[in-house]
């Protein structure tokens, strides 16, 4: 039995283990991050071969007819039809050098796309025996075409280690995807079957985009619209269209899969005028882009880059060689690249540029494959400007910024081309800590690598997950051989090192509606639960007296319902918290978390704000540990509202937004702001509480590190509900 095909057995086997667990859907049975089934889903994942990787894509690569990209342009596919095009452009891979032609889409053929989105209403609610057979396909037969592509187009040089992830990964969201699918079968969730929008991103786009966007969507009869980009768009069209060859030899409709190949205007046109019969825009991309998209079409989930930051209290070559290869990863191509490093201030400038000194310049993507190389730079390529304000390297394409203080607020990060400010600033001193802890929650990097003396890393490792809000904490030591620096390319969510790219936690909404997580169930991000079910919810009697009141407050059964379901959420989802990672190569920690200590979220309620509308932000922060960290500010005219929380004896303060916003500038103590807002829908539990709760992991880089696991373990800064 193949690895993909035994999928099916695997979940059935976990479902019936939770089930003599025993527990309810609202309990046990529930699938979402930290969780008793969504732990379960890491179990027994597939051993990947990667030579046969890697041997099947140099294959590919050695036999490739650059010419087939010129003579098959990218071209917009609707309902299964190559529409063509009228006017031919040239197609840019990542180095900025011309790769073949792109039919961009014709003012009717635009029209064709919209009419099309408009009116299509997908046939299916299940395809996942069709589609994971396409994806048995794609990740054995096709691996080293789509590893092949994505090297020649975005020139990456190590496809071979996220096809790799993919499939272990994609095994534990295709389960999560079976547990979405039978809550749905059980009257528990409605999934909105809308057609979605693929916003592809060049540097994981096989794992993010193909796999847990598209075909994840595709199994539970969501259609897809993959978008063209302006750039590297070559392999992400060559995917699409072997991915509707490969569902037309299932049966499935061609009008399922949807590829727009227009100019960026034209996208917008057509993202805009038809969000009213459309689901989510999913993409990964810079924070810019993410806020402008968001400002245009509100129901976006992006995952944002982030000034990714590497510390060390200490420097010796092996210190070097972590800083260096975080740098230069895929020439600075991945999106857990160093951008900032924290340096001892007796650095000189000279080592900090010697740090370069040794790094390797390669022509192109196929030769790293073929070398087993990923941390190569394409020496002055036109594929991105140059960073300006920074010095370059006297003999190699770096860019290094040395500072004694620590960058501006929403430093540029430059992609692929290797950019580092360097701070020499000591965290040791506890003006410096602070200073650097405020930094790190207004920009909020992706990962956070920490070095030092293994003594002094542990505590400081402690203290700056405490009191910050990253996804990713990294611990290493140079003084110990079985624990290496720590570097801040290194998560693999498979293993239980738990991702997502999250905006500034204060704007969150500017960028998406809600954070990523990885590993996660993709069309979870568009269900919510029915009010039929969220209606037959009671009230425990375990829940305490001051939460039962709460509950007494509510007046509609349906929200009443949704906080039970939040409740119950929480207590599985905390039973164990933190969990411990299944890899062998480091110790990781995982769960759900408070706000960093010492900070609280602010939530602002209007004139009309109702406690209905409330109780559901304020009863996650009330049943935990977080319980004093929120904050209510509720306007003087709202008496009801006023008079309702004084009964429950919260504290508030009575206020304009305005009044709030201006009381709270400059506060470094203020984690997020956010208004109480009706909800149209009842979104899924996890992803409600990951807008308002810190999640993620922190790991050493040292196997079966009981040491630190012990430390992190007693932080107060892990989530438990308080009954």
Not at 227 to 236: A, C, P, Y
Not at 475 to 499: H, N, V, W, Y
Not at 544 to 565: F, M, R, W
């Amino acid at each position: 039995m193949s690895p993909l095909k035994s999928m099916a057995h695997c979940t059935a086997q976990i479902a019936a283990k939770m089930k003599r667990g025993g527990g309810t859907a609202t309990g046990l049975r529930s699938f979402h991050f930290g969780t008793k089934e969504y732990s379960a889903c890491f179990h027994g994942l597939p051993v990947v071969d990667t030579q046969r990787l890697r041997d099947s894509t140099i294959s590919y690569l050695d036999s490739f007819d650059a010419e087939l990209w010129y003579t098959d342009p990218i071209a917009t596919l609707v309902n299964g039809e190559n529409l063509g095009g009228s006017e031919l452009a040239d197609t840019l891979n990542a180095l900025g050098k011309v790769n073949g032609k792109q039919a961009l889409a014709t003012p009717d053929q635009v029209n064709k796309i919209k009419a099309h989105i408009v009116s299509y209403e997908s046939p299916y609610k299940d395809l996942r025996t069709e589609i994971r057979n396409v994806e048995e396909n794609l990740m054995s037969e096709y691996a080293g075409f789509l590893i092949g592509n994505q090297s020649l187009d975005f020139q990456k040089q190590d496809g071979i280690t996220e096809i790799e992830e993919s499939i272990m990964a994609n095994t534990i969201e295709r389960r999560l995807n079976d547990f979405l699918l039978r809550d749905e079968a059980e009257g528990v969730v409605e999934i909105s079957r809308k057609p979605i929008y693929v916003s592809c991103v060049s540097n994981f786009t096989n794992f993010l985009d193909l796999s847990r966007k598209t075909l994840r969507s595709l199994e539970v009869g969501i259609p897809c619209i993959v978008l063209g980009r302006s750039d590297t768009s070559q392999h992400s069209y060559r995917w699409t269209q072997l991915l509707l060859q490969l569902i037309l030899n299932e049966g499935i409709d061609p009008g399922m899969l949807t590829f727009v190949s227009s100019s960026l205007n034209q996208i917008e046109e057509i993202t805009t005028s038809c969000q009213n019969r459309t689901g989510n825009l999913y993409a990964t991309c810079s924070r810019e882009l993410a806020a402008s998209i968001k400002q245009s079409y509100f129901n976006t989930i992006a995952s944002t880059g982030g000034p990714n930051t590497l510390l060390t209290t200490t420097m010796d070559e092996n210190v070097r060689l972590a800083i260096k290869t975080s740098a230069t990863i895929e020439s600075s191509g991945r999106c857990t690249a160093l951008r900032h490093c924290v340096v001892p201030l007796s650095t000189k400038d000279e080592d900090i540029m010697g740090i370069f000194d040794s790094v390797k310049e390669i022509s192109d993507g196929p030769f790293a494959v073929k070398n087993k190389l990923f941390d190569g730079i394409y020496a002055n390529h036109e594929g991105s400007a140059i960073p300006s304000g920074l010095d370059r390297h006297e003999n190699v394409d770096a860019f290094i910024k040395i500072s004694d203080h620590l960058p501006v607020l929403g430093i540029k990060e430059f992609w692929r081309k290797v950019t580092v400010d360097f701070s020499r600033v000591n965290p040791t001193n506890e003006e410096d800590l602070d200073r650097l802890v405020v930094w790190l929650n207004e920009n909020q990097p992706i990962s956070l690598a920490i070095n030092g003396p293994r003594l002094q890393v542990l505590k400081l490792g402690r203290t700056l997950f405490e009191r910050t809000g990253m996804v990713v904490y990294t611990i290493g030591s140079p003084d110990k051989l079985e624990m290496p620096p720590a570097m801040t390319c290194q998560a693999r969510p498979q293993e239980g090192e738990c991702f997502g790219e999250f905006p500034p936690r204060a704007s969150l909404s500017r960028y998406t509606k809600y954070p990523v997580v990885v590993p996660s169930s993709n069309p979870s991000y568009d269900a919510k639960y029915t009010t039929d079910y969220l209606r037959k919810l009671s009230v425990s009697e375990f829940f305490g007296k001051s939460t039962q009141a709460i509950l007494d407050h509510i007046s509609e059964s349906t929200v009443l319902g949704y906080c039970i379901l939040l409740i119950e959420y929480l207590q599985n989802a905390t039973g164990q918290n933190p969990k411990r990672g299944l890899g062998v190569g480091r110790t990781s920690l995982w769960g759900l978390q408070r706000p960093p200590l010492g900070m609280k979220s602010f939530v602002h309620c209007g004139k009309d704000t109702t406690w209905d509308e409330l109780a559901p932000i304020y009863i996650i922060f009330h049943v935990t540990t977080a319980r004093d960290q929120i904050e209510l500010s509720i306007d003087p005219q709202n008496k009801v509202l006023i008079k309702q929380c004084s009964l429950m004896k919260l504290p508030l303060t009575e206020e304009s937004k305005q009044a709030m916003e201006d009381r709270l500038k400059g506060r470094n103590d203020v984690f997020s702001i956010v208004d109480a807002e009706p909800l149209q829908e009842f979104p899924m539990v996890g992803q409600f509480v990951s807008v308002y709760l810190p999640l993620g992991h922190i790991k050493s880089t040292m196997p079966n590190d009981e040491e630190f696991a012990l430390r992190a373990a007693a932080s107060n800064k892990w989530l438990t509900t308080l009954f």
